[in-house]
């Protein structure tokens, strides 16, 4: 089955500082990918997307890195600051309607 | 512009009963999404609706249902509810009958099961 995973479950970084932030997916066939925030007691709220047909997508303080070849996914958050301090989801939609989300990645920003 | 929208914001129910949820999409989206989320876990899809109809379904029991109204609204239902249905269940709505369009999600309504 798929699954989506994340290499680390909690990141601390220093405000300022950049943050990556690490996903791996098993499903070669999955040809777009989402990456969400979710802060405590809300719902996941968007952040950036990438489809497969592209290897890096820019947003703004965020960047999305797919490396198809090790089907490898990064969300790189630029001048990181307290307000992103949140759990940090990505999510796969494999050809078909649902998105597979993997446990998630709690950053914690430190002052 | 309204985002997604549900009610209620929290629910405790006891074993054995029924519970419904309500979602409204966001202005102009068509397709309404269900997840549930357990705690320290990240959603898993349940279901899916569009144009008033199931399109897709995840590995959820019978006992899960939903329906999707004309104006896109949708509820999700559950039956027969055990402690482990106890999480946040989320609403997403996305725009088109299409594969992989992105979807924006509420802000979940938590449901505990006594």
């Known amino acids: 089955g798929e699954s989506v995973g994340l290499h680390l479950p909690t990141l601390s970084v220093q405000e300022g500082d950049n943050s990556i932030i690490n996903c791996a997916y098993s499903?070669?066939?999955?040809?777009?990918f989402i990456w969400y925030k979710q802060e405590s007691g809300k719902g996941p709220q968007f952040i950036i997307d990438?489809?497969?047909?592209?290897d890096k997508r820019q947003g703004q303080r965020v960047t999305v890195l797919l490396n198809k070849t090790v089907k490898h996914l990064s969300l790189q958050i630029a001048a990181t600051q307290p307000g992103d301090s949140a759990v940090y989801f990505c999510?796969?939609?494999?050809?078909?309607?649902?998105?597979?989300f993997g446990t998630g990645t709690s950053l914690t920003v430190i002052p | 512009d309204a985002g997604v929208t549900q009610s209620p914001t929290h629910l405790i129910k006891t074993r054995g009963q029924q519970v419904t949820l309500r979602c409204s999409p966001k202005?102009?989206?068509?397709?309404v999404s269900w997840y549930q989320q357990a705690l320290g876990q990240g959603p898993q899809f349940i279901f899916q609706?569009?144009?008033?109809?199931?399109?897709q379904r995840g590995n959820f029991p019978d006992r899960f249902s939903g329906h999707q109204f004309p104006n896109y609204s949708s509820e999700l239902n559950v039956n027969a509810l055990l402690l482990g249905d106890s999480a946040l269940y989320l609403c997403?709505?996305?725009?088109?009958?299409?594969?992989?369009?992105?979807?924006?999600f509420g802000p979940g309504t938590r449901l505990t099961v006594l």
């Open positions: 990438i489809r497969s047909n592209m």
């Open positions: 609706y569009y144009e008033e109809e199931e399109r």
């Open positions: 202005s102009g989206h068509d397709t």
């Open positions: 997403a709505s996305s725009l088109g009958g299409g594969a992989a369009d992105t979807q924006y």
């Open positions: 499903n070669s066939a999955s040809d777009y």
């Open positions: 999510a796969e939609n494999k050809a078909g309607n649902q998105f597979y």
